[in-house]
């Protein structure tokens, strides 16, 4: 129902108005969406793509992971890390230049859990980890 109804759409139309306080909640819906669906396909209730990687809302995620914002880089950086899980999803983080920022959110996140948790994801996946060894 999400996309269906065009929740996301709305999601990031709504951060254009640029009031730091509606982006940082979008950036926490976003984050707190992620990972409810990583968790649903690590338990096996969810299959495919993630519904965050259309209408835009990981190129959002991307181009926004370095706002000055702490609480908002801190959720969209825990949103990749989450999207990043799924295996369905690498093809999109390759092609978004995803899994540059998730190798710069393991070096340079203020936060060890989730520099832990980029890294943990960078090194779980044969994908990124071919991706990294090419550049």
Same mark, same amino acid.
């Given at each position: 129902?999400?996309? *269906?109804?065009? &929740? #996301? ?6 951060? /254009? $108005? ?5 982006? %940082? ?11 409810? *669906?990583?968790? &649903? #396909? ?6 495919? /793509? $993630? ?5 835009? %809302? ?78």
């Amino acid at each position: 129902m999400l996309r *269906e109804e065009g &929740g #996301i759409k709305a999601l990031l139309g709504m951060v /254009r $108005s640029g009031n730091i306080d509606v982006i %940082a909640q979008v950036a926490r819906g976003l984050a707190n969406f992620a990972k409810c *669906e990583s968790r &649903g #396909i690590i338990q096996g209730h969810n299959r495919g /793509r $993630s519904l965050l990687m259309e209408d835009g %809302a990981l190129a959002w995620l991307i181009a926004n992971c370095n706002t000055a914002s702490t609480s908002t880089r801190r959720h969209i950086e825990l949103a990749l890390c989450h999207l990043a899980q799924n295996e369905d999803n690498t093809t999109d983080f390759i092609s978004s230049g995803g899994v540059k920022e998730l190798v710069r959110i393991s070096a340079e996140s203020t936060r060890e859990d989730i520099r832990n948790l980029a890294k943990k994801t960078l090194k779980l996946s044969r994908t990124f980890q071919a991706e990294m060894h090419a550049e």
